[in-house]
């Protein structure tokens, strides 16, 4: 037996893709857009270090999410009222299967939004789908319908763009729409309380628990859990407020409040921390210290940071440093636990998609294609510029030593040549 261990081990350290790490959910298993993948690569274009690249048809704003050498993804198409999932193998860009999952109402949307917009989550078992209107899927693995949940029918000046959670078996989704009613601005620009956070069993698609948010406005935060004196919190925020819910009851233990409306970034957290930004309106990054308790800004605020505020990509949590990277290119760098800046640099392009975090390197992709590699640390280094063709909102996967980009067209496969 130890032969074989010593083996084993000898040969994951030889050839280290036998580790691929799956990137199961929107950012990533840590949902914070970082991966502990080694020797990925830094340097591209549309001809170099391209593994394979595919069409995707339709359009889709969704990233893509990676499982046991499987990429899965979603596209509309029939003008957005048919759902699609595509089965594709990591290694050679082979389609296993195209399929449509669900007719959608597509409803009212920003032209910013598409209507495959949600990014998918799977636990290996089943994957799980948000449509525009509402609708949660769960499939198989090789796409076929498992359940269907439809008890809400969603509604957003902005279209639907949040993405789903899981944690212990649960399947979390916050619904921050607005109204549908003769004043369109309610929930939009005048608070409700019709906002809400949804959790149900993942295994049978039955209501676990519904999280009220109270007054609060229209929102598309991907939330994050925390957990606080041995208890997991979900932790999610809308547009007035950033706020805690116990995992297993829904039952809201704390409330942060601003005073913003269309909020998109994600949350994130580390080290008892909790980083959120509020939005359009009052635009501001937040820092919050966990294990508050009702209404709590004034008792656990760290700090807060008023200018160059993301209102679109989500923040990059690597300790000591937080990174913020507004929609127009301009990237700060703060310490993490004061708020200090250390440095604030402007990178070329404009910005959707939420920077990532792999060996050592932060990975920012523009709008345009362009990726800008930058050393990650307390000094600003651009280590490479690689630039793609095509129009960009989705984020980056990282799995079994290659980096998964989305175009609004086309699926890439990149790698090291070496490779």
Aim: charged share 25%; aromatic share 8%.
């Amino acid at each position: 037996m130890k032969t074989v261990s010593l083996y084993a081990v000898l040969l994951l350290l030889i050839n280290p893709v036998l580790m691929a790490e799956n990137w199961p959910c929107f950012r990533g298993s840590s949902r914070q857009g970082i991966s502990q993948e080694k020797n990925v690569p830094i340097h591209w274009d549309v001809e170099k270090n391209i593994a394979w690249k595919i069409p995707i048809p339709g359009q889709g704003y969704s990233s893509p999410i990676v499982y046991d050498k499987r990429v899965y993804v979603t596209t509309a198409v029939d003008e957005g009222a048919s759902l699609h999932l595509l089965c594709i193998d990591t290694e050679t860009g082979e389609v296993y299967w195209d399929k449509e999952v669900t007719r959608q109402k597509t409803g009212h949307k920003e032209q910013r939004n598409s209507y495959a917009t949600p990014t998918p989550v799977t636990d290996g078992e089943r994957i799980y789908v948000l449509a525009t209107d509402g609708t949660l899927l769960a499939l198989s693995m090789d796409g076929r319908e498992k359940w269907r949940h439809q008890e809400l029918e969603y509604y957003s000046q902005h279209g639907l763009a949040v993405s789903p959670i899981l944690q212990d078996g649960l399947l979390i989704v916050p619904f921050d729409g607005s109204s549908d009613g003769p004043d369109k601005k309610l929930g939009w620009q005048k608070p409700w309380d019709k906002g809400l956070v949804l959790a149900v069993e993942a295994r049978t698609g039955q209501v676990k628990w519904r999280g009220r948010r109270g007054l609060s406005r229209i929102a598309h935060v991907v939330p994050q859990t925390v957990t606080v004196d041995g208890k997991i919190q979900v932790v999610s925020g809308a547009g007035d407020v950033l706020q805690g819910f116990d995992l297993q009851t829904g039952v809201r233990l704390w409330t942060v409040r601003s005073n913003a409306e269309g909020v998109v970034p994600s949350i994130v957290a580390g080290d008892g921390m909790i980083f959120a930004t509020t939005g359009f309106g009052t635009s501001e990054i937040l820092a919050v210290r966990t294990g508050g308790q009702g209404q709590c800004r004034d008792s656990h605020l760290i700090w807060k940071h008023d200018k160059d505020v993301p209102r679109v990509p989500s923040m990059l949590y690597v300790k000591p440093h937080l990174y913020a990277l507004t929609e127009g290119g301009v990237m700060t760098c703060f310490r993490a636990d004061s708020g200090d800046v250390i440095w604030r640099e402007r990178l070329p392009g404009r910005y959707g998609a939420s920077p990532i975090w792999a060996d050592g390197n932060i990975y920012c992709l523009s709008e345009s294609g362009k990726t800008t590699v930058i050393k990650e640390g307390p000094a600003f280094q651009v280590l490479a510029e690689n630039d793609l063709k095509g129009t960009y909102k989705a984020g980056i996967a990282v799995s079994n030593g290659r980096l998964f980009i989305r175009s609004e067209d086309t699926l890439y496969a990149i790698e090291k040549s070496e490779r």
